[in-house]
């Protein structure tokens, strides 16, 4: 993406056509002696700065009509400049000049239609605040994008939890059968995560949406800019303000990659338990999300989950490659910046596509209530409950959990829990006194149920129906509020966009 030094009119990121394919055709920013040589290619971003072609037209228009408006540029010339990046956007980005990067093709694209004059679209500019401009403007409708997915797998998750409140299943800690609870308290806990993974987008897109045109190179401009008029015309919601800063700051694509790659490990502990499920019977995914073997035709393999899990790489590769691009830079613009954007849009890309997979898997997946339920006393599951039981009588935990442990020492092979009988022998031996003394044989049995089980825990956040419940209303109820956020800065992008319109159509 491009991000190019002290360029005086943007960065670069990329491959092919630089400066001069053929070897040596001078640049509007190149001139003669720094057109050709064999790094031109090497230094050119165009062809990877097609990502933000429209964002430095939108970059473009505001800066002209904020100067013409400072009469820094007569409104006849602003006119004609403004006209012929209209036609630059009709024809695309495809039909750039060559050139270093998008920022100097436009340039030259406008010259070419306008003269000599289109060169003054460039004043009291410089590439590395235009850039960044350019890239914050891209990155905060990629988020938006983001959030928008991540609310909308959030409402599916409520879906399923909704219609499974009942549906008993198996827990584990350290992979091992812990205690029963339900396919609804199991979405709702990664709803929950998702719900912080949205905060964080959220936050990131503040810092980003703010404007650093009129910093030029780094060291500001002698000419009466008026940043604030560039910022309501882009729809940023305030200026970034030290010009040095401004300028090389790259910490809000680390902000927004560090969220993208916390959002990837949600989603991938998600398909992780859902391949695990998946293995035991315990889910059924939906043919879409699924596939089979090339050799073993019986087999129904979670390969969607799998390449969610594995897509997490992208995003903490991602991570890890802009920070060690940021790390050793000094202040204030440095050519490695055009290295820095393309690992945030490849970790945006890559988990978007995730969070729509995973989700959607969920959504669409049978959960076999017999199966869950049966496999939810696995392992006496259900002595966390009879512990609980023991100590709500009186027991003291510790206890209670070594009559439990006791009697679930003495199992036979092939058995999940010990009967009344059984726990009533240990207790008598640990506690002196029958099971009797303490709990009565319906409640004990009822404890050893996982249903019951899982209704005896309707403490806030709890697995219980009414529980799960209370915890769906809650988030439908953050669910609303993110959605009006993501409406209110979308409405403010429009706006912007609307506003620039009009002002540009003044110079019509």
């Not at 897109?205 to 002698?222: C, D, K, M, V």
């Not at 017999?370 to 023991?390: I, P, R, S, Y």
């Amino acid at each position: 993406m491009s991000d190019g030094g002290d360029r005086d009119a943007s960065e670069a990121d990329g491959d092919e056509a630089a400066a001069d394919a053929n070897g040596g055709d001078e640049t509007v920013i190149r001139r003669e002696r720094f057109a050709g040589g064999p790094a031109r290619s090497f230094l050119s971003s165009l062809a990877d700065d097609e990502r933000i072609f429209a964002a430095d037209l939108a970059v473009d228009r505001a800066h002209v009509v904020m100067l013409a408006e400072q009469e820094i540029v007569d409104s006849e010339t602003a006119g004609e400049i403004l006209a012929a990046l209209d036609d630059v956007e009709q024809a695309g980005h495809g039909a750039l000049p060559d050139g270093e990067d998008v920022h100097e093709a436009i340039e030259s694209a406008v010259i070419e239609r306008v003269g000599p004059d289109g060169g003054k679209m460039h004043t009291a500019r410089s590439r590395n605040d235009e850039v960044a401009a350019c890239i914050r403007y891209r990155l905060r409708a990629d988020v938006l994008d983001l959030i928008e997915t991540v609310v909308g797998a959030r409402e599916q998750l409520l879906d399923v939890a909704r219609s499974e409140r009942e549906t008993v299943m198996p827990g584990y800690t350290h992979l091992q059968p812990a205690q029963p609870t339900t396919v609804a308290h199991w979405v709702l806990s990664y709803e929950q995560a998702l719900r912080r993974d949205t905060a964080r987008l959220l936050d990131a897109y503040e810092r980003i949406n703010q404007n650093p045109l009129g910093s030029a190179a780094f060291a500001g401009t002698p000419f009466d800019v008026d940043r604030e008029r560039t910022a309501e015309l882009l729809g940023f919601d305030s200026v970034a303000e030290n010009s040095m800063d401004a300028s090389a700051t790259r910490d809000f694509l680390v902000e927004t990659t560090s969220a993208v790659a916390t959002l990837a490990t949600t989603l991938s502990g998600l398909a992780e338990d859902v391949v695990v499920m998946a293995s035991k019977g315990h889910v059924d995914l939906h043919d879409d999300y699924a596939s089979t073997s090339s050799i073993m035709p019986q087999k129904k393999n979670p390969d969607t989950l799998e390449l969610v899990r594995g897509r997490t790489g992208d995003a903490v590769a991602g991570l890890n490659g802009l920070l060690t691009n940021l790390k050793g830079q000094p202040r204030a613009y440095n050519r490695d910046l055009q290295r820095a954007g393309r690992h945030a849009w490849d970790a945006i890309d890559s988990v978007t596509e995730s969070v729509e997979v995973a989700a959607g898997a969920v959504a669409t997946a049978d959960w076999p209530a017999e199966t869950l339920e049966a496999a939810a006393t696995d392992g006496f599951a259900t002595a966390t409950g009879v512990a609980d039981l023991l100590a709500m009588a009186g027991v003291p935990f510790r206890t209670a959990h070594e009559v439990v442990a006791e009697a679930a020492a003495g199992l036979a092979a092939g058995e999940d829990a010990p009967d009344y009988e059984a726990l009533s022998a240990v207790a008598e031996d640990v506690l002196g006194d029958p099971l009797s003394a303490y709990v009565d044989r319906e409640a004990l049995e009822a404890a050893l149920d996982p249903a019951e089980s899982v209704a005896m825990r309707d403490s806030r956040g709890g697995p219980a129906p009414d529980a799960v419940d209370a915890q769906v209303s809650a988030a439908e109820d953050v669910i609303a509020v993110d959605d009006e956020a993501l409406a209110d800065r979308r409405r403010a992008v429009e706006r912007a966009r609307d506003r620039r319109r009009t002002e540009v159509d003044r110079y019509a």
